[in-house]
């Protein structure tokens, strides 16, 4: 018989996964969640909950992603279109996904919905137009030069 988690068995949880991000960075909270066997799209869903909940302690909007993050979704983002096509739809479904969640964190979460929609965009073949000015700009830019060459 299954037993769902409390809400303060939840909270304890992403209490201590935030610490671990806070003391090791994302990098080191993907490498142990990544030893622990979680699934990849798993491990994208508890890093956008515990940068929330890292974000959601700050009464500014949230910084950019961290660049593991973006390093990360633009690269399987371009690795999709150049030759691993069989996750194509996998990848699709994870973006979808982390858009889903960023969009229901609020309004400060626009710019990394945005991103994702950018993102999203490429998979289509369809050229993503983000301003100049706009803090994805740069890894967009440079994902679609990428794929020029």
Do not use: C
Request: aromatic content about 6%; overall charge negative; charged content about 25%.
């Amino acid at each position: 018989m299954m037993s769902e988690n409390s809400p303060s068995e939840f909270d304890a949880l992403i209490a201590k996964l935030v610490d671990i991000y806070k003391q090791a960075g994302e990098a080191g909270l993907r490498q142990m969640l990544t030893e622990n066997n979680l699934p990849e799209a798993q491990i994208e869903e508890i890093l956008i909950a515990v940068m929330a909940e890292v974000g959601g302690n700050a009464d500014d909007t949230p910084d950019m992603l961290p660049f593991e993050t973006i390093r990360e979704w633009v690269s399987n983002t371009y690795a999709v279109k150049k030759g691993d096509t069989a996750n194509l739809e996998a990848w699709r479904e994870q973006l979808e996904g982390a858009k889903s969640q960023m969009s229901a964190m609020g309004d400060a979460w626009a710019n990394e919905v945005q991103f994702v929609e950018a993102l999203l965009a490429v998979l289509r073949d369809e050229t993503p137009n983000l301003p100049n000015v706009h803090p994805y700009h740069e890894p967009i830019q440079a994902l679609l030069e990428a794929l020029k060459g």
